[in-house]
């Protein structure tokens, strides 16, 4: 008995450090978002987590993946998988880009410039977002790796145009216009709890604070945060006064945009542009038009408009009317490896990724991020292997099965 109690009896190694011991138990992103519940505030998780009005959107952009099935071929050797590939001319070493975030300090005091490092270590693009809360230069002091810069355009074009010039001049390769923002989609997670940018300290935000000590430690202890590269751009919205996140996005944010400005845009950024936002066939086919080098499908993780379709049911009819024109990015609803993949089998470059790092970060901070992009850089090998092929120049529709 003693000698089958032996052969069966294995204890872990105790493991001193505590964010090794928490990523250890972090099997999946569904792991890492359930960490990040627990550990951030319930306004700063809601505001990472939650989307526009019902959240059918947001359902619907993994209910999408979810739909699709592969159709696996076996004894097809795939003892070496590569999942490398090219997005704008540049190698990448996954399909898959880091999208934009605003106010990504919130989830952690590292913010922007963590989830920059960690994007550099997997050589994967980072997007610095307009309203990010480090600045574009202390990002680019911070990463080495490819970096990509979004815009919102404001009413003041000359802002926009300082900071295209900065990013420019910082090395930053890629510009990403979101055009799904003419107004603010209502987020009503942040009605119901009053989330303001910064967040105002009330009785609410006291009593959850207590109740995530680490968190609210880490953030009275750092920098205020705030919105750095329109701070160095103008000196409005600095952060200084609480604001709610859709009063300063309807009082700066232009919602005249229209294909001229991209007309505009294209005279001032000389590098790739990638128009974020696109939700139509019809819309693909006028980016395609105005000569964008990739748009991104996306409705913004359904945080804009409720009942917008998903990404991913758009790539392969994009494809087919745009895909020898330009790029596809699929961006919504990417939780796993195998997401990436379904997205490239059925036509797009690469996907981008939002929530996924972020809930790494609030779980984990830097380490977090790390985390997340190994476990979708093993997914993506495992699953190419599992469906028979070893290399994405072979990632096919012919190896899904998308709904009817
Ligand atoms: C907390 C948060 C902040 C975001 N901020 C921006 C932003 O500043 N600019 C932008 O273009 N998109 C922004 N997005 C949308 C993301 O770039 C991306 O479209 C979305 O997260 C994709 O869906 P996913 O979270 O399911 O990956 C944000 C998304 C989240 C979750």
């Known amino acids: 008995m003693i000698e089958t109690l032996r052969s069966v ?15 250890a138990r972090a099997a999946s992103v569904a792991d ?48 070496e998988v590569d999942p490398s590939t090219t997005l704008l001319g540049r190698p990448l070493p996954l399909p898959l880009v880091l999208a934009p975030t605003g106010f990504t300090r919130i989830a952690d005091p590292d913010g922007e410039l963590a989830v920059a490092r960690a ?33 919102y355009v404001w009413r003041d074009r000359g802002l926009v145009k300082d900071m295209i010039g900065r990013a420019a001049s910082t090395g930053y390769e890629a510009l990403v216009l979101t055009v799904d923002t003419a107004v603010l989609g209502r987020r009503e ?3 119901r709890r009053g989330f303001s940018l910064p967040p105002k300290i009330g009785l609410g935000t006291l009593v959850d604070g207590a109740a995530h000590p680490g968190w609210t430690w880490r953030f009275l202890r750092s920098e205020p945060i705030r919105f750095a590269n329109v ?63 990739a748009i991104a499908l996306s409705n913004h993780g359904g945080r804009q408009l409720d009942s917008a379709p998903a990404p991913l049911d758009l790539v392969a009819p994009v494809a087919d009317a745009v895909g020898d024109r330009l790029e596809i990015i699929c961006d919504g609803g990417v939780r796993r490896g195998s997401d990436i993949v379904k997205a490239v089998a059925l036509g797009a470059r690469a996907c981008m990724a ?51």
């Not at 294995?10 to 011991?21: C, K, Q, S, Y």
């Not at 990632?395 to 899904?400: A, D, N, Q």
């Open 189 to 191: 997670r942040d009605v």
């Open 32 to 79: 890492l978002r359930a960490i990040a519940r627990h550990r951030l505030p319930r306004g700063v998780f809601d505001y990472i987590d939650g989307a526009a009005e019902d959240e059918r959107t947001l359902a619907a952009n993994s209910a999408a993946f979810a739909a699709v099935t592969f159709r696996p071929r076996v004894l097809r050797d795939v003892g």
């Open 354 to 404: 939002g929530r996924a790092y972020l809930y790494g970060l609030g779980a984990a901070g830097e380490r977090g991020v790390d985390h997340v992009l190994g476990l979708l850089d093993a997914d993506v090998r495992r699953t190419m292997a599992l469906v028979g092929v070893s290399g994405v120049a072979e990632l096919g529709r012919e190896l899904v099965d998308p709904r009817s």
């Open 119 to 151: 994007a550099a270590r997997a050589g994967v693009p980072y997007t610095l977002s307009t309203l990010s809360t480090r600045s574009i230069e202390e990002v680019a002091a911070a990463s080495a790796g490819p970096k990509w810069f979004q815009v």
């Open 9 to 23: 009896l294995r204890f872990r190694r105790l493991e001193l450090d505590p964010v090794a011991r928490r990523l």
């Open 231 to 293: 701070q160095e751009s103008a000196g409005v919205g600095d952060g200084t006064t609480a604001v709610t996140l859709s009063d300063y996005v309807n009082t700066q944010f232009d919602p005249g945009l229209s294909w001229r400005d991209v007309e505009w845009m294209r005279s001032e950024w000389h590098g790739p542009l990638v128009i974020k936002g696109i939700q139509t066939v019809d819309d693909a086919r006028l980016a395609a038009e105005a000569g964008v080098e």
